[in-house]
Protein backbone atom coordinates (compact mmCIF):
# COMPACT_ATOMS: atom_id res chain seq x y z
CA UNK A 1 0.00 0.00 0.00
CA UNK A 2 1.34 3.10 -0.65
CA UNK A 3 2.28 5.61 1.60
CA UNK A 4 0.13 9.20 2.19
CA UNK A 5 2.33 12.07 4.27
CA UNK A 6 0.34 15.25 5.76
CA UNK A 7 1.81 18.06 6.88
CA UNK A 8 2.48 17.47 10.62
CA UNK A 9 0.42 20.60 12.41
CA UNK A 10 0.58 20.86 16.35
CA UNK A 11 -3.14 21.73 16.50
CA UNK A 12 -4.53 18.19 14.83
CA UNK A 13 -1.48 15.75 15.78
CA UNK A 14 -0.98 17.77 19.39
CA UNK A 15 -1.85 14.35 21.27
CA UNK A 16 0.19 12.06 18.34
CA UNK A 17 2.87 9.96 20.41
CA UNK A 18 5.71 8.20 18.97
CA UNK A 19 7.75 5.06 19.55
CA UNK A 20 11.07 4.67 20.32
CA UNK A 21 11.51 1.29 18.98
CA UNK A 22 11.89 1.42 15.21
CA UNK A 23 10.33 -0.59 12.65
CA UNK A 24 11.14 -0.98 9.19
CA UNK A 25 8.85 -3.32 8.15
CA UNK A 26 7.53 -0.98 5.45
CA UNK A 27 10.24 -1.09 3.40
CA UNK A 28 10.54 -4.88 3.39
CA UNK A 29 9.02 -4.30 -0.79
CA UNK A 30 12.13 -1.48 -1.08
CA UNK A 31 14.36 -2.84 -3.48
CA UNK A 32 15.63 0.55 -4.45
CA UNK A 33 16.18 3.53 -1.45
CA UNK A 34 17.27 7.16 -2.51
CA UNK A 35 20.90 7.39 -1.04
CA UNK A 36 23.07 10.93 -0.12
CA UNK A 37 26.33 11.38 -0.20
CA UNK A 38 26.65 11.98 3.58
CA UNK A 39 26.80 8.27 4.30
CA UNK A 40 28.06 6.42 0.85
CA UNK A 41 31.15 6.16 2.92
CA UNK A 42 28.61 3.74 5.68
CA UNK A 43 26.87 2.54 2.57
CA UNK A 44 29.63 1.14 0.66
CA UNK A 45 30.21 -1.43 3.88
CA UNK A 46 26.85 -2.72 3.48
CA UNK A 47 25.21 -2.23 0.07
CA UNK A 48 25.90 -1.68 -3.61
CA UNK A 49 25.63 2.43 -4.57
CA UNK A 50 24.46 3.06 -7.72
CA UNK A 51 22.56 5.73 -9.95
CA UNK A 52 19.65 5.33 -11.98
CA UNK A 53 18.25 8.08 -14.69
CA UNK A 54 14.10 8.71 -13.63
CA UNK A 55 12.63 8.30 -17.60
CA UNK A 56 10.25 10.82 -17.25
CA UNK A 57 12.81 14.06 -16.26
CA UNK A 58 15.83 12.61 -16.98
CA UNK A 59 17.63 13.87 -13.83
CA UNK A 60 19.85 11.18 -12.26
CA UNK A 61 19.71 9.85 -8.93
CA UNK A 62 22.25 7.39 -6.39
CA UNK A 63 20.16 4.74 -4.89
CA UNK A 64 21.21 1.84 -2.36
CA UNK A 65 20.23 -1.73 -3.96
CA UNK A 66 18.41 -3.42 -1.40
CA UNK A 67 17.55 -6.10 -3.85
CA UNK A 68 17.34 -7.13 -7.72
CA UNK A 69 13.54 -7.42 -8.27
CA UNK A 70 10.82 -4.69 -7.53
CA UNK A 71 9.27 -5.42 -4.11
CA UNK A 72 11.95 -7.73 -2.50
CA UNK A 73 14.06 -6.14 0.03
CA UNK A 74 17.08 -8.50 0.78
CA UNK A 75 17.95 -6.81 4.18
CA UNK A 76 14.70 -7.23 5.51
CA UNK A 77 14.32 -10.86 6.88
CA UNK A 78 12.64 -12.37 9.93
CA UNK A 79 11.54 -9.08 11.02
CA UNK A 80 15.24 -7.83 11.45
CA UNK A 81 17.58 -5.34 9.19
CA UNK A 82 20.50 -7.47 8.04
CA UNK A 83 23.30 -5.02 7.50
CA UNK A 84 25.08 -3.02 9.66
CA UNK A 85 23.83 0.32 8.16
CA UNK A 86 20.26 1.53 7.35
CA UNK A 87 19.85 4.07 4.13
CA UNK A 88 18.96 7.73 6.13
CA UNK A 89 15.83 7.58 3.90
CA UNK A 90 14.57 4.84 5.13
CA UNK A 91 15.64 5.41 8.88
CA UNK A 92 13.30 8.84 8.31
CA UNK A 93 10.44 7.07 8.51
CA UNK A 94 7.36 7.72 9.63
CA UNK A 95 8.71 11.58 8.50
CA UNK A 96 9.61 13.02 5.45
CA UNK A 97 10.72 16.69 4.75
CA UNK A 98 8.74 17.89 1.71
CA UNK A 99 8.29 21.42 0.09
CA UNK A 100 5.24 23.38 2.03
CA UNK A 101 4.44 26.28 0.10
CA UNK A 102 7.56 28.10 -0.24
CA UNK A 103 9.85 26.74 2.48
CA UNK A 104 9.98 23.01 3.31
CA UNK A 105 7.88 21.25 6.03
CA UNK A 106 7.83 17.70 8.18
CA UNK A 107 5.71 15.04 6.93
CA UNK A 108 4.44 12.49 8.50
CA UNK A 109 2.54 9.10 7.86
CA UNK A 110 -0.34 9.06 10.12
CA UNK A 111 -1.02 5.24 9.36
CA UNK A 112 2.25 4.19 10.59
CA UNK A 113 2.30 1.72 13.30
CA UNK A 114 5.27 3.65 15.21
CA UNK A 115 2.21 6.17 16.36
CA UNK A 116 0.92 4.45 19.43
CA UNK A 117 -0.65 5.67 22.20
CA UNK A 118 2.04 4.69 24.80
CA UNK A 119 4.64 5.97 22.92
CA UNK A 120 6.57 9.04 23.55
CA UNK A 121 4.93 12.56 22.43
CA UNK A 122 5.32 14.41 19.70
CA UNK A 123 4.33 18.39 21.36
CA UNK A 124 5.10 19.30 25.07
CA UNK A 125 1.63 20.78 26.66
CA UNK A 126 2.27 23.85 25.59
CA UNK A 127 2.09 22.84 22.30
CA UNK A 128 6.33 22.86 21.54
CA UNK A 129 7.85 20.18 19.72
CA UNK A 130 8.99 17.42 22.58
CA UNK A 131 13.01 16.63 22.87
CA UNK A 132 12.06 13.53 20.43
CA UNK A 133 10.37 16.10 17.93
CA UNK A 134 13.08 18.25 18.04
CA UNK A 135 15.77 15.56 17.64
CA UNK A 136 13.46 14.33 13.95
CA UNK A 137 13.56 17.83 12.75
CA UNK A 138 17.26 18.45 13.09
CA UNK A 139 17.60 14.92 11.28
CA UNK A 140 15.31 15.58 8.53
CA UNK A 141 17.42 19.24 8.23
CA UNK A 142 20.66 17.87 7.86
CA UNK A 143 19.34 14.68 5.49
CA UNK A 144 17.84 17.28 3.26
CA UNK A 145 21.31 19.41 3.17
CA UNK A 146 22.98 16.40 2.36
CA UNK A 147 20.55 15.44 -0.63
CA UNK A 148 21.01 19.31 -1.90
CA UNK A 149 25.09 18.47 -1.71
CA UNK A 150 24.54 15.05 -3.51
CA UNK A 151 22.15 16.39 -6.43
CA UNK A 152 25.57 18.78 -6.81
CA UNK A 153 27.52 16.23 -6.41
CA UNK A 154 25.47 13.98 -9.54
CA UNK A 155 25.29 17.29 -12.04
CA UNK A 156 29.06 16.99 -11.67
CA UNK A 157 29.53 13.30 -12.40
CA UNK A 158 27.20 14.39 -15.26
CA UNK A 159 29.17 17.02 -16.59
CA UNK A 160 32.41 15.02 -16.76
CA UNK A 161 30.64 12.10 -18.46
CA UNK A 162 31.91 10.12 -15.49
CA UNK A 163 28.30 7.60 -15.04
CA UNK A 164 28.31 4.51 -17.36
CA UNK A 165 25.46 2.26 -18.07
CA UNK A 166 25.45 -1.58 -17.04
CA UNK A 167 24.37 -4.95 -16.68
CA UNK A 168 24.06 -7.27 -14.17
CA UNK A 169 23.70 -10.90 -15.44
CA UNK A 170 22.14 -12.62 -12.38
CA UNK A 171 22.43 -16.31 -12.39
CA UNK A 172 20.06 -17.99 -10.64
CA UNK A 173 20.85 -21.45 -8.66
CA UNK A 174 17.59 -22.76 -10.40
CA UNK A 175 19.58 -21.94 -13.67
CA UNK A 176 17.50 -19.38 -14.78
CA UNK A 177 19.76 -16.21 -15.89
CA UNK A 178 18.46 -12.37 -16.17
CA UNK A 179 19.35 -8.98 -16.82
CA UNK A 180 19.28 -6.08 -14.68
CA UNK A 181 19.25 -3.06 -16.97
CA UNK A 182 18.86 0.71 -16.30
CA UNK A 183 21.75 1.20 -13.88
CA UNK A 184 24.51 3.69 -14.08
CA UNK A 185 28.10 3.75 -12.44
CA UNK A 186 31.07 5.56 -12.59
CA UNK A 187 33.86 4.64 -14.60
CA UNK A 188 36.70 4.56 -13.24
CA UNK A 189 39.24 4.97 -16.35
CA UNK A 190 37.16 8.34 -17.21
CA UNK A 191 37.79 9.41 -13.27
CA UNK A 192 41.96 8.94 -14.07
CA UNK A 193 41.65 10.27 -17.06
CA UNK A 194 40.40 13.81 -15.95
CA UNK A 195 42.55 16.65 -15.66
CA UNK A 196 44.64 17.94 -12.38
CA UNK A 197 42.29 20.72 -12.41
CA UNK A 198 39.03 18.83 -11.99
CA UNK A 199 40.55 16.24 -10.00
CA UNK A 200 41.36 19.13 -7.51
CA UNK A 201 38.39 20.50 -7.37
CA UNK A 202 36.30 17.61 -6.61
CA UNK A 203 39.04 16.70 -3.83
CA UNK A 204 37.75 19.94 -2.44
CA UNK A 205 34.57 19.80 -2.92
CA UNK A 206 34.31 16.49 -1.25
CA UNK A 207 33.13 14.49 -3.70
CA UNK A 208 36.29 12.36 -5.15
CA UNK A 209 35.63 10.09 -1.81
CA UNK A 210 32.51 9.92 -3.12
CA UNK A 211 33.63 8.37 -6.08
CA UNK A 212 35.41 5.67 -4.99
CA UNK A 213 33.04 4.98 -2.07
CA UNK A 214 30.19 4.25 -4.86
CA UNK A 215 32.44 2.25 -6.93
CA UNK A 216 33.92 0.51 -4.01
CA UNK A 217 30.28 -0.47 -2.65
CA UNK A 218 29.83 -2.50 -5.80
CA UNK A 219 31.77 -5.35 -4.30
CA UNK A 220 28.29 -5.63 -1.99
CA UNK A 221 26.75 -7.19 -5.06
CA UNK A 222 27.67 -10.35 -3.22
CA UNK A 223 26.24 -9.34 0.28
CA UNK A 224 22.59 -9.77 -2.03
CA UNK A 225 23.90 -12.92 -3.70
CA UNK A 226 24.15 -14.28 0.50
CA UNK A 227 20.90 -12.16 1.33
CA UNK A 228 18.78 -13.97 -1.53
CA UNK A 229 19.61 -17.61 0.31
CA UNK A 230 16.88 -16.47 2.53
CA UNK A 231 14.48 -16.58 -0.41
CA UNK A 232 12.46 -19.19 -2.36
CA UNK A 233 14.93 -18.34 -5.52
CA UNK A 234 18.37 -18.06 -4.47
CA UNK A 235 21.11 -16.34 -6.65
CA UNK A 236 24.18 -18.01 -7.06
CA UNK A 237 26.44 -15.59 -8.74
CA UNK A 238 26.41 -11.44 -10.55
CA UNK A 239 28.43 -10.02 -13.01
CA UNK A 240 28.49 -6.77 -13.67
CA UNK A 241 29.20 -5.68 -17.67
CA UNK A 242 29.08 -2.72 -19.76
CA UNK A 243 25.88 -2.64 -21.85
CA UNK A 244 28.44 -2.88 -25.01
CA UNK A 245 29.46 -6.38 -23.40
CA UNK A 246 25.89 -7.55 -22.29
CA UNK A 247 24.91 -6.56 -25.99
CA UNK A 248 27.72 -8.54 -27.45
CA UNK A 249 26.86 -11.56 -25.14
CA UNK A 250 23.15 -11.17 -26.34
CA UNK A 251 24.23 -11.38 -29.67
CA UNK A 252 25.61 -14.81 -28.79
Not at 78 to 97: A, C, T, V
Not at 105 to 119: K, L, P, Q, R, W
Not at 182 to 201: C, H, S
Request: hydrophobic share 40%; with cysteine.
Amino acid sequence: MAITYTPLDKAKHAGLKITIQPDFSFASGTHLAAATIREYAQLATAVPVVFIKDPKSENVHSVAMLGLEPGSNLFWHSEKWQGPHIPLNIQRYPFDIRPDGDKLGVFIDENSAMFTDDGEPLFTEAGEPSEVLVKRQQFLSELANSEMQNQRFIKQLTELNLLEEVHLRVRYVSGNVRNVTGILTINEKTLLDLDDDKVLAMHKAGFLGACYSSMLSLGQLNRLVELSNNTDNPVQSIQIMSAEQAAQQNQQ
